[in-house]
C-alpha cells in the first residue's frame, strides 16, 4: 500500500469508446503525475501538475486529457485511443515542499488495452 | 539530470546479498542517487536515496564512492519476492521529483 490508489487496475476499450483512469492519494502530496509504460520501454512522463496546476505536457496526443480537480486527485480521460496505446498507465506523487528530497510514490497502474 | 549506466540483468541466489551497481560519473555536486525497483506489472517502488553518506534503512542499503562517480545497492539477504527490475536515478533533490529519468534499469532474478 504506497498511498496511491488507481482504478480500475484493468481497462479494455474500443477505438471509438470515452473512459477515464482516475488516482487518488492519500499523502498530503502537492504534485502527482501520470506516467505510460508500454511493452520493453521506459517510463515514459505524460503530464505534471503542481499545486493542481498542470505545468508539464510531454507532447502527448490530445486522445489524453488530463483533469486535477484539487491535489489529491488526478483523472485521465481517454477518447479514440489506437491500439498502440495500449499500455500500463501509472501515476505517482510526490511532495515538493523545501528540505523534502521529494521522492516519487507510485500506485499499482491501471492496465489499458484498446481493441 | 547525470545519466546513469546499469548491467541490464543479474542473478542471485536466495538468501545472498544482492549488489547492484551504478555508473554516475557526470554527477554534479547537488545530484542526489536515488533507487527504485519495479516488480513485473506494479508500480516502481521507491527504496532509498543518497547524496554522498552511504544509507541504509529496513530496505536495503547504499553505498556510494567517494568521488561520486558509481554507487552500489545492496540487498543484504535476497528472497524470490525481491526479483524485480531496479532503476537508479540522479537528480537535484529539490526539483521536480516526477523529472526523473526511468532508464532500463537492472532486472535482477533472485534463484532458489
Known amino acids: 500500500e504506497t498511498g496511491v490508489t488507481q482504478t480500475p487496475r484493468h481497462l479494455v476499450m474500443g477505438m471509438t469508446n470515452k473512459k477515464s483512469l482516475k488516482c487518488e492519494q492519500h499523502l498530503g502530496h502537492n504534485a502527482m503525475y501520470w506516467y505510460k509504460q508500454s511493452a520493453k520501454k521506459p517510463l515514459e512522463l505524460m503530464f505534471v501538475?503542481?499545486?493542481?496546476?498542470?505545468?508539464e505536457n510531454n507532447s502527448v496526443p490530445s486522445r489524453f486529457s488530463p483533469e486535477c480537480p484539487n491535489s489529491s486527485h488526478l483523472f485521465l480521460h481517454l477518447h479514440t485511443l489506437q491500439p498502440e496505446d495500449s499500455a500500463l498507465y501509472l501515476c505517482?506523487?510526490?511532495?515538493?515542499?523545501?528540505?523534502?528530497?521529494?521522492?516519487?510514490?507510485f500506485g499499482e497502474g491501471s492496465r489499458l488495452t484498446v481493441l | 539530470d547525470a545519466k546513469t549506466t546499469q548491467p541490464p540483468s543479474m542473478d542471485c541466489a536466495e538468501g545472498r546479498a544482492a549488489n547492484l551497481p551504478c555508473n554516475h560519473s557526470t554527477i554534479s555536486g547537488n545530484e542526489y542517487v536515488y533507487w527504485y525497483r519495479q516488480i513485473h506489472s506494479q508500480g516502481p517502488q521507491y527504496i532509498i536515496h543518497g547524496l554522498k553518506n552511504n544509507e541504509t534503512n529496513e530496505m536495503a542499503s547504499l553505498i556510494i564512492t567517494e568521488d561520486r562517480k558509481s554507487s552500489t545497492l545492496i540487498l543484504p539477504h535476497a528472497t524470490l519476492r525481491d526479483t524485480a527490475v531496479y532503476y537508479c536515478?540522479?537528480?537535484?533533490?529539490?526539483?521536480?521529483?516526477?523529472?526523473?529519468?526511468f532508464g532500463d534499469g537492472t532486472t535482477l532474478t533472485v534463484k532458489p
Open positions: 501538475y503542481n499545486f493542481k496546476e498542470q505545468t
Open positions: 536515478i540522479v537528480r537535484v533533490a529539490k526539483t521536480n521529483a516526477g523529472k526523473s529519468t
Open positions: 505517482a506523487s510526490s511532495h515538493r515542499e523545501r528540505g523534502n528530497t521529494g521522492e516519487l510514490f
